[in-house]
């Protein structure tokens, strides 16, 4: 299967006045053509700065190594100018914020014209409309809605008008960032159904479904990757993520969700004891060492970092407990 | 529309009698009484016996109460100076007797339309796309705001001296006082308006250049607080340039501004009483400060009248000009 983008030892930092905040930090993944890839991992974990970043790196956010591969082509440190003919073109965003993504005070119609202006300036104005009516329709939007401004809608439809917006140009992957989290569960039904529609029609190739609820995920993502504190703990399939977790992390994640047909009285709801590391001076060992109910090797676990090893064909795991007998990895 | 409207001409209809009524009592809130100080006048320049002298002060004392109507209870004095408002009749002035008040105003109103406006605007304008530009480019902030912060700092009258000091004393290049030279006589002939401008030049200046530096600190502000907004990050995500997104940033920037503008009105006629001063300007400002000087209630009055009811009219041109210029507040009050 042909690998869309790849990403190899990525770190994303913040600059604040109290130092560097590692918040990605030294990821390693692969999203291949024509997926659907989750990322879950709790908040603060680095999911978001991850998606940010892979399509507008802004300060404070800062590159701190590693490279990305979109499409065979190197983009992690690419001049503004050229990334900019990237963004929208070849990977877009359904951003976290969709609430307040559009301008008050100008009209969807104009927010649309002059966002698909800046990569195409030979469409016309009534191409773009006429486009942008069509898609509209798909996701249940009369074209009223070209005449409206974003205040005038409600919250489901705001996030509608957004997923059309960045899927406008086709992009080849699209980084959908928290898309269900600030909605009902009968529009998260619809936003993820319209995603799966967008999908199969190729307005978009690959999807980073970015999100700290692993139901939806189950849903809709063909493979999981699970972060805990700007680390990559586990990648898999999905139906192998959730019903066969390795990782201690993972296993107490899948956990503690709630499970069809137990009672609240029968059995409590438990979360994960503790709290993720400080990432600004993180321990120099595995991240998730002072949570961590295994220890497998305890002096190793609390200084060495576990590398990302391919434990079976397509399941990367970091954990020492999963790397012994494996030694070329380890 | 309607309903926005009715509210905003119900709230302003109440602001005018408050302000009208405040208006009338402050002039006679002050100490002393008016006609005291013009029959001193009169009592210092007539000659003749004490006892003959003091019974004529009596008796003009009297007339003039009288003629002012300052004699009769202040009920009916508040109730009259309503009934003199809804007529149109300001009065007769007390320090230019018998010149009515009305008149007085209407001769100084051109060259404070002429004077205030352009500046008003002008430095509205000019400061906010300073503003805009030092927003974006960090070395022309690092120089730009503590300039602003200087400019807006400045007292208008105290640049005002400054610059008559400078072009009218150290240069010799531009009238120090008044509205033209006192050898002219208004009219539209090239050599007027030239002499004009070069009278006008000076408290233009003073007042530009002080407005310009609040205007742009303002929008300074705006701007980088709308480009770290969520629909800048939004536009920037989708490959949009720092150009649109400015003009973006701007667009939503300017409303808080519009405001700015609505109550800095108020308070620009309140400065430009000092400017006014300072250079001599026959304005309101100037003759408002006449007025009070001699206690004329009718000139104070009528001056103060002026300045709401053109404090006033400019809210409410600004009011309107809100339900285009911004959608979230003509939806709120279109719909429902």
């Known amino acids: ?330 | 529309m309607k309903k926005y409207l009715t509210r905003k001409i119900i709230i302003y209809l109440i602001t005018f009698f408050i302000a009208a009524s405040l208006d009338w009592a402050i002039p006679r809130l002050m100490p002393g009484n008016p006609v005291s100080l013009i029959v001193s006048r009169f009592a210092q320049a007539s000659s003749g016996s004490a006892s003959q002298a003091s019974l004529v002060t009596k008796q003009m004392f009297d007339y003039f109460m009288q003629a002012f109507q300052l004699n009769i209870p202040w009920w009916e004095q508040y109730a009259l100076f309503w009934r003199n408002i809804f007529t149109g009749n300001l009065g007769i002035s007390m320090y230019l007797y018998p010149e009515p008040v009305i008149n007085i105003i209407l001769s100084a109103v051109p060259y404070d339309i002429l004077f205030l406006l352009p500046s008003i605007l002008l430095s509205f304008w000019v400061g906010n796309r300073i503003g805009a530009w030092a927003a974006r480019s960090k070395k022309a902030d690092n120089i730009l705001l503590p300039t602003f912060y200087i400019l807006t700092s400045v007292p208008y009258f105290w640049l005002g001296i400054l610059l008559v000091w400078i072009f009218g004393t150290l240069l010799r290049v531009l009238p120090m006082s008044g509205a033209f030279s006192y050898s002219m006589t208004p009219s539209f002939t090239f050599a007027f308006i030239f002499d004009y401008l070069k009278h006008w030049i000076l408290p233009f200046l003073s007042l530009f250049i002080v407005s310009l530096g609040g205007w742009a600190i303002g929008m300074r502000n705006m701007i980088i607080y709308e480009l770290e907004s969520n629909y800048s990050r939004y536009m920037g995500s989708l490959g949009a340039s720092q150009r649109l997104i400015r003009k973006y940033s701007y667009r939503n920037a300017i409303l808080p501004q519009v405001t700015g503008l609505a109550l800095q009105l108020g308070t620009i006629v309140a400065g430009a009483i000092t400017t006014e001063i300072v250079f001599s300007y026959p304005g309101i400002g100037y003759i408002l400060f006449e007025g009070i000087m001699n206690k004329d209630y009718p000139l104070i009055q009528g001056c103060f009248l002026f300045i709401i009811v053109g404090v006033l009219l400019a809210n409410f041109v600004i009011d309107i000009l809100y339900m285009f210029i911004d959608p979230r507040v003509r939806i709120a009050y279109t719909e429902g």
């Open chain 1, 1 to 330: 299967m042909a690998r869309l983008l790849d990403v190899k030892e990525y770190k994303v930092y913040y600059q604040t006045l109290k130092g560097q905040i590692r918040a990605v930090d030294g990821v390693n993944f692969f999203v291949n053509a024509d997926e659907v890839f989750g990322v879950a991992g709790e908040s603060g974990c680095g999911k978001s700065t991850l998606g940010n970043s892979l399509i507008y790196l802004k300060a404070p956010m800062r590159y701190a190594g590693g490279n990305v591969i979109l499409d065979g082509m190197e983009i992690s440190r690419l001049p503004d100018e050229i990334m900019k003919k990237m963004r929208f073109e070849k990977i877009s965003i359904i951003p976290q914020f969709a609430m307040d993504a559009m301008s008050p005070t100008k009209k969807i119609k104009n927010i649309v014209v002059d966002l698909v202006r800046e990569h195409d300036k030979k469409m016309s104005e009534k191409d773009i409309i006429d486009l942008a009516i069509k898609r509209f329709k798909m996701v249940g939007l009369s074209e009223n809605v070209m005449n409206m401004y974003s205040i005038e809608l409600s919250g489901g439809m705001k996030q509608r008008v957004v997923m059309v917006i960045s899927t406008l140009l086709n992009p080849r992957l699209l980084i959908a960032d928290e898309i269900t989290s600030a909605l009902d569960v009968s529009s998260q039904k619809f936003s993820v159904e319209m995603l799966d529609e967008f999908k199969e029609k190729k307005f978009v190739s690959s999807v980073i479904f970015i999100t700290h609820d692993i139901s939806v995920l189950y849903q809709i993502a063909d493979r999981i990757m699970i972060m805990y504190a700007g680390h990559v703990v586990e990648i898999g399939n999905t139906e192998d993520i959730v019903s066969k977790p390795l990782h201690p992390y993972t296993k107490l994640l899948i956990s503690s969700l709630p499970k069809m047909g137990v009672q609240f009285s029968q059995n409590r709801l438990t979360g994960i004891p503790g709290y993720p590391p400080n990432l600004l001076n993180p321990p120099t060992g595995c991240r998730f060492y002072d949570r961590c109910p295994l220890r497998i090797d305890p002096q190793k676990c609390k200084n060495e970092i576990p590398p990302l090893v391919e434990y079976m064909p397509g399941r990367y795991i970091a954990c020492w407990a999963y790397t012994k007998g494996n030694d070329k990895n380890g």
